[in-house]
């Protein structure tokens, strides 16, 4: 297949970014987005040329490390599928492909396609954890969790916090991703205690980070490549408004 | 130096219990006075952090990745084994330590893997109460299932993402550390040498990735839990990232290195596709309950599967192992698919390849059962292959999957180096030569949330805390030899990237250091590997400098560290003159062409020290005693 890449190239967080044309005019249609990316980098650095600075590590669609818009698109076009998990059978013969950094005031550009998503760690750091110390716990089975709570907390854990859903939503808000965590232990009886400081901890860490408010938009569930569902966000607003009506901490 | 494992005395069942009791403690006041330094944020790392930090340790956590959550552990699929006995099926303690000392084919220390599986019922404890979302019963209870071969439902899970599951909860407990401030993070942080002074270590030297700033860290002790080295072999399951650097540092300021051979290649993986290949998928063991594993039985046979009848067909584990058939053990199932392919019998593209064929289940149990059972790895193959496993049967060959080999540790997980411990998958310490299903992420959570905090504490009660010293000259010495290579490394301004050579060495160690060994090859893997190590040094191309981030001088400092290790891989396996675990030695067979482990010779732990470049490594034998599990022939027949 021949290709035709835009691929955003910037130096450092300070310069100025741009697009940069590239044809490859050998791409395998069994060939993984970021392999297409690979063959890429491996000719532009036997040309003594800066290869493209890109983010991935599992390449399994699991450690959240990749972070591309693909034509637009966060992690591409198809859908409940990373950029690592993408294959270029995706793709056409002739094909212009246009590859962009995750776009948003909470994600800094570092270099080329590499963002800055620490905000999404602070947010955990706030409060997304049960406090229970190491050595303390009793019997696991001491306390039953019904299947389909804990199936629930299973959906919600399942983000993999990659950042799409805030690069996907118009007002980079990270609602969805906060959702995810709150709901994954806000529903389980191991959360209880800590329900209302939990979700109102990153609640406020979310805002005092760079992240645009929730308008609904539900772009965030259309690309998150997990299938995390908006109806968390509308536990994490149940469970913030009972949290602010609440006197206990 | 003598290799002392510290084994406490007592009987087996005892002897945790003992020596928690005789290790001297840290008074609770002081423990602020103490800091750590723990490099590795998976399973491992991030719960020892975590744990040091809730005991009142200040901790410095390194990464190299941009968030601690995204460790290599995040990718484990299948799940974790603890010896619970929920479902009443005669499982204990014993069981799952007998299981794994034999599983390791007799080559790990019976004292370490009894209280492995002693810890492994607290693991389970301690991550229900974080809320990792395991699998559960209607009743509410914790589920089970049997994994790898066991006899007994020992293994929790959560769906197909329990490694995903696990490291959050520790990393969920780390960060709730690192928001007390009793832990600060560094991601994006590599760590590049050991400082060690007077045979102590004691600190690091790290670079920033973003900005390239090399800078030295010190500390009263210093925790690797930096993970597997199987891309020593350039193409395996594990994430692009792993590494040996931070082990192989450590090696040459001192550390031994123990086992480097015992590598497992995992039997179900998707084949190579291309040259452009840039990692191996792992599809799960529990394929092999319902798929059949065959070959064509004339050789170059062209025509699609399907067309292929079945009296032409070589289901060859079926007919050589007939009582276990398709699930024969890991390194069973592995070489023989090698075997049939190495005598041109494979199939695909490429001819590195067998099928597992689900044609004769779907007809026996219908469609519909078999997806349920295994219908997201049939759609996560389809998504990578473009083939539709319900229709032509699956490709799958062996892949590098995991090491049991990494630093020697003794029964404290401390290193030969005083104040260098090594946990999780970095060290050598439980698998023996050949590992578990289930059982590598039982034992990162037992050493970083069990076993570390109180060893650490010993070894900490025995120094004065913050004596350690920024001016020591070893110090200084470190970070500029550190600056030294980096710089030598950019200026070589060559043709060829790091992946290049990586792959050249991944193809050497594969073919000679892999499955099955002879010292024909491992002599030539011996004589080539310098060869190639020599001309990375000489045609290198890392474009760019060092002072921003630089993903081509990342890669080349960790191929340069292969470089070296791989050989080192070659010479442990040269001595091993035996099969063992999950690699075979042609010389070393039954009449049967089955492997053939020599007790008499072999029933050590090999631990290498290193002495200089293009010196030979000395090699130090830990002998290996069982009192308990006595070792017998593995048979499969
Ligand atoms: C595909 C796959 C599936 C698996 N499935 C299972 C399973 O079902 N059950 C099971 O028990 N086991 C499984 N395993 C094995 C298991 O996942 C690993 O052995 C285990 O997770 C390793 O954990 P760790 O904490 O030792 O290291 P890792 O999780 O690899 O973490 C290493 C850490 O060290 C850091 N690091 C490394 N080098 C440096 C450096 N130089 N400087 C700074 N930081 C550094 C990394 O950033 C990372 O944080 C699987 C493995 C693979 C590959
Ligand atoms: S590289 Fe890990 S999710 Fe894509």
């Known amino acids: 297949m021949k290709i035709t890449l835009h691929i955003w190239r910037q130096k450092d967080s300070k310069s100025k970014g741009f697009l940069e044309k590239h044809l490859l005019d050998n791409v395998s249609p069994h060939m993984s987005f970021l392999e297409m990316l690979d063959v890429l980098n491996e000719s532009l650095v036997s040309g003594g040329k800066e290869p493209v600075a890109f983010e991935h590590d599992c390449r399994e669609g699991i450690c959240g490390s990749c972070s591309m818009m693909i034509n637009g698109c966060a992690h591409g076009p198809q859908a409940k599928t990373t950029a690592c998990q993408l294959h270029m059978r995706s793709f056409k013969d002739g094909d212009s492909i246009y590859i962009e950094p995750w776009r948003a005031k909470a994600f800094p550009i570092i270099k080329d396609l590499v963002v800055d998503r620490n905000s999404l760690d602070r947010i955990v750091e706030a409060g997304g954890y049960i406090s229970v110390s190491i050595g303390a716990a009793p019997d696991a089975n001491s306390i039953p969790v019904s299947k389909n709570i804990a199936d629930t907390a299973m959906d919600a854990a399942a983000c993999i916090g990659c950042g799409a859903c805030v690069a996907a939503c118009p007002n980079g808000s990270a609602m969805l991703f906060t959702a995810a965590k709150v709901a994954h232990l806000n529903v389980l009886p191991q959360g209880q205690p800590e329900r209302k400081t939990r979700v109102k901890a990153m609640v406020k860490q979310m805002d005092e980070e760079l992240f645009g408010g929730c308008t609904n938009h539900g772009e965030c569930q259309e690309a998150c490549p997990k299938g995390i569902s908006i109806d968390f966000i509308g536990l994490l607003n149940r469970d913030y408004l009972k949290a602010s009506f609440s006197r206990d901490e | ?519 024909e090859g491992l002599e030539k893997a011996i004589n080539e590997i310098p060869k190639l190590k020599g001309e990375f040094w000489e045609n290198l191309s890392i474009p760019g400098n060092s002072k921003t981030l630089n993903q081509e001088l990342e890669k080349a400092g960790r191929v340069a560290d292969f470089l070296e290790f791989g050989e080192l891989m070659c010479i442990d396996a040269l001595t091993r003159e035996e099969s063992c675990g999950g690699h075979f030695r042609e010389e070393s067979q039954t009449e049967t062409g089955e492997a053939k482990r020599i007790d008499e010779r072999f029933s050590y732990v090999s631990a290498w020290e290193y002495k200089g470049e293009n010196e030979k490594p000395e090699l130090h034998k830990e002998e290996l005693e069982f009192e308990h599990v006595k070792p017998s022939q593995r048979s499969y027949k």
């Open chain 2, 1 to 519: 130096m003598t290799l002392n494992s510290n084994i406490p005395d007592g009987p087996i069942e005892k002897k945790w219990d003992n020596h928690k009791f005789n290790t001297k403690l840290v008074n609770p006041a002081n423990k602020r006075k103490y800091n750590i330094i723990v490099v590795g944020t998976g399973l491992a790392g991030a719960s020892a952090s975590a744990t040091f930090g809730e005991l009142g340790y200040n901790v410095k956590a390194f990464c190299f990745q941009d968030s601690p959550r995204r460790a290599h552990s995040i990718a484990a699929q299948g799940g974790i084994n603890a010896a619970k006995n929920y479902q009443n099926d005669g499982d204990s303690v014993y069981r799952l330590f007998y299981d794994t000392v034999k599983g390791g084919d007799f080559r790990s220390r019976e004292a370490n893997v009894y209280r492995l599986a002693q810890i492994s019922l607290n693991i389970i404890d301690q991550c229900a109460a974080q809320g990792v979302p395991f699998a559960r019963e209607y009743g509410g209870t914790l589920a089970n299932r049997s994994f790898g071969g066991a006899q007994v439902s020992r293994t929790f899970y959560a769906r197909g993402q329990t490694g995903q599951q696990l490291l959050l909860g520790a990393y969920q407990a780390l960060s709730r550390q690192i928001h007390k401030k009793k832990v600060t993070m560094f991601p994006r942080t590599e760590m590049l040498d050991v400082i060690v002074s007077n045979g102590r270590a004691i600190g690091i030297v790290v670079r920033d990735l973003v900005t390239g700033e090399i800078s030295s860290h010190l500390a009263d002790a210093v925790v690797l839990a930096t993970g597997g080295y199987s891309n020593a072999y350039f193409l395996s399951t594990n994430a692009m990232g792993c590494n040996v650097t931070a082990g192989w540092r450590a090696h040459k300021k001192g550390a031994y290195f123990a086992n480097p051979c015992y590598t497992q290649i995992h039997p179900t993986c998707i084949p190579v596709s291309g040259e452009y290949q840039s990692k191996l998928t792992l599809m799960s063991e529990s394929l092999r309950n319902d798929g059949r594993i065959w070959v064509p039985k004339e050789k170059g046979d062209k025509r699609p599967a399907n067309e292929i009848p079945d009296e032409e067909r070589d289901y060859y584990l079926e007919t050589r192992y007939p009582s276990f058939g398709n699930l024969v053990p890991r390194d069973v199932a592995s070489r023989n698919a090698k075997e049939r392919c190495d005598a041109g019998y494979g199939v695909g593209e490429t001819g590195l390849g067998v099928y597992l064929d689900f044609r004769d289940s779907i007809k026996r149990l219908g469609e519909q059962a078999i997806r349920e059972r295994y219908g997201n790895l049939f759609e996560m193959y389809e998504r990578i292959t473009g083939e539709n496993p319900y229709k032509v049967p699956m490709r799958i060959f062996p892949a590098p999957h995991y090491t049991m080999g990494g630093l020697w540790v003794d029964y404290n997980l401390m290193t030969n180096v005083d104040g260098l411990f090594a946990i999780g998958e970095a060290n050598f310490s439980d698998h023996g030569a050949n590992r578990l299903g289930a059982s590598a992420l039982m034992q990162g959570l037992a050493d970083g949330y069990f076993v570390i905090p109180y060893t650490i504490g010993g070894y900490l009660a025995k120094v004065n805390p913050g004596e350690v010293d920024e001016n020591d000259s070893a110090v200084k010495e470190a970070v500029n030899q550190v600056e030294e290579t980096t710089e030598k490394l950019i200026s070589i301004k060559g043709k060829q990237s790091a992946d290049y050579f990586h792959k050249k060495l991944g193809r050497i160690i594969w073919n000679e250091c892999g499955m099955s060994r002879t010292k």
